[in-house]
């Protein structure tokens, strides 16, 4: 089970780290994927591919991977029902929790523990470089590099902010399983670094550690469904009105200018029908009353710098 290499560019040895991968008819960027891992500085001790019922060739990619290289794994789902809002979560919890196992069963040791969507394909030196992160903040709980998107055959920098992405996310193994580890939730990536959040560790993208999407941004209609989406988990999240209103005003300034529509609508429409909300008591107190004072501080301090200046 062991990789080849474990040591860092700098000579150094650096801790383990295992992989979670969700994939369903990847047939076109699972091979991308599983080569920039294969070339990376920093291998995984154990990749793990949760396949969800793949009818294309898929299986047979994930076989040839597990045969050339016995560090990478494979789960296969049974015919289960698929939910839109939840299914992507059950897959990965189904892909951590064999994970864990797989690694007591074999012996494996690890630090961290990670999650790679089936089609980000890193930079070779991705994880060598998030670890090294992690070992120069030991207050660091979750962190991911910066996810460029596919559009229309072009590469474009993704301005989602500097929370941690979902794919290519790394959580300490100790922030993994304080914060319950991988949740069945509608939001469940910002779940887990609001858990982790007020469990006193810090979270962060890194802008200079790179990795590209494959599979091309949705069309003006898949932009629309998907921000009635957002719209919805504000009001499942239980954040406050004034986010829901600072958030609009944040997406009517991008392009193409119009998403705050169905961002409000999504939220609208749920707080009308009354919508059940997570039950989870801390992250609707999170959301409603410590996030609010959060933004209020940021505001505050970029108020005062500009006066300062």
């Given amino acids: 089970m062991a990789t080849a290499e474990i040591f860092g560019l700098d000579g150094k040895k650096l801790p383990s780290y295992i992989l979670v991968t969700p994939a369903r ?21 154990m990749w793990l591919i949760v396949d969800d019922g793949s009818t294309d060739n898929t299986p047979q990619i994930i076989q040839n991977l597990e045969y050339d290289f016995k560090w990478i794994k ?21 892909g951590f929790d064999n994970a864990v196992d797989l690694a007591v069963k074999n012996n494996i040791n690890f ?3 990670g999650l ?11 994880f060598e470089i998030l670890v090294s992160e992690f070992i120069n903040d030991n207050t660091l709980g979750i962190a991911s590099g910066n996810i460029y998107d596919t559009n229309n055959g072009q590469i474009e920098e ?24 991988y949740i069945v939730e509608a939001a469940a990536h910002s779940i ?6 007020l469990r006193g560790y810090s979270i962060k993208k890194f802008d ?7 599979r091309p941004t949705r069309s003006a209609e898949g932009l629309w469904r998907t921000y009635m989406k957002d719209g919805w988990l504000a009001y499942y999240l239980n954040k406050h009105p004034l986010l829901i209103l600072l958030n609009v005003v944040w997406f009517s300034t991008r392009r193409p200018f119009y998403l705050g529509i169905p961002y409000l609508f999504g939220y609208l429409e749920s707080l009308f029908a009354r919508c059940q909300k997570i039950n989870d008591d801390e992250i609707k107190e999170y959301y409603w009353n410590v996030r609010l004072r959060e933004y209020r501080s940021q505001l505050g301090s970029k108020m005062k710098a500009i006066f300062v200046k």
Avoid: M
């Fill in 208 to 214: 200079n550690i790179i990795a590209v999407q494959q």
């Fill in 25 to 45: 008819n990847e047939e076109s960027f699972l091979p991308l994927v599983a080569e920039s891992l294969i070339k990376q500085t920093l291998k995984p001790k």
């Fill in 111 to 113: 630090q961290y523990i």
């Fill in 158 to 181: 993704n301005t989602a902010g500097h929370l941690p992405r979902g794919t290519g996310r790394l959580w300490t193994k100790k922030c993994f399983f304080e914060t319950d580890g």
């Fill in 116 to 126: 790679v969507d089936a089609d980000t394909v890193l930079d070779e030196r991705y």
């Fill in 192 to 197: 887990s670094n609001v858990k982790a959040i």
């Fill in 74 to 94: 494979s789960v296969r789902l049974p015919p289960h029902p698929r939910d839109l809002f939840y299914h992507y979560s059950f897959v990965c919890k189904n």
